[in-house]
């Protein structure tokens, strides 16, 4: 699988590097106080030590234009795809060790399924920033280098990744979602099927450690 940069012409459908912001604190709490496992992948929505850093004022502020949002992280690690989830808003990813986005866009989804030959691969740069538009499908960040762990801010409006809100389903969309703000689709070899997750990724499971 080809993998090319962020700072790439490419990345430009899918999202774009986020210059300005002073992140050397946030990644430096990330570091020292959130673990990053070896054999599987953890997310936290909203961290409180993350979010008493000064980027929380900048990025609701400036980045956001004063809507309310949260800090958490995603850690672990990862080389495979398994889901594709998007929001309804923008989330910026800030990369405290090397890491390899998988993306795709909404209309790439085809009657309700999209196969995995349409994923693009990226390489996000420790220290980095990137927004990654609402429009674009993404999950769990995949390690730069098989078997390495990582860890990655993740930025999103407030609320968004908690409990699902009960609905009653009025048309295909709504069979995505999976918990707030999040509409998510698996691939059928995932816990996340398994778990009831909408299964819509055709192909193979991209997994970048045998690629």
């Known amino acids: 699988m080809k993998i090319l940069k962020v700072t790439d012409p490419e990345f430009a459908v899918y999202g774009k590097v986020v210059e300005g912001y002073d992140c050397k604190e946030l990644l430096e709490v990330l570091d020292a106080t959130t673990e990053a496992p070896e054999d599987a992948v953890i997310y936290v929505p909203g961290d409180a030590k993350l979010e008493a850093t000064s980027a929380m004022a900048d990025f609701q502020n400036n980045c956001y234009g004063g809507m309310p949002i949260q800090i958490g992280y ?5 080389s495979k795809l398994n889901c594709l989830e998007y929001h309804r808003d923008s989330e910026i990813n800030v990369a405290a060790d090397d890491v390899i986005l998988l993306v795709a866009t909404m209309t790439d989804i085809v009657d309700g399924k999209i ?7 990226f390489y996000l740069e420790k220290g980095m920033a990137v927004e990654v538009y609402g429009t674009t499908l993404h999950y769990a960040p995949c390690s730069a280098k098989p078997g390495e762990h990582f860890r990655v801010v993740i930025i999103l409006p407030k609320g968004t990744n908690y409990d699902k809100p009960e609905i009653t389903v009025k048309n295909f969309e709504d069979k995505l979602l999976f918990a707030s703000n999040k509409w998510l689709i698996a691939h059928p070899d995932t816990n996340e099927a398994k778990n009831g997750a909408y299964v819509g990724i055709t192909g193979k499971n991209i997994d970048l450690a045998n690629d």
């Open 74 to 78: 995603c850690n672990g690690t990862n």
């Open 115 to 121: 196969d995995s030959s349409k994923v693009k691969a």
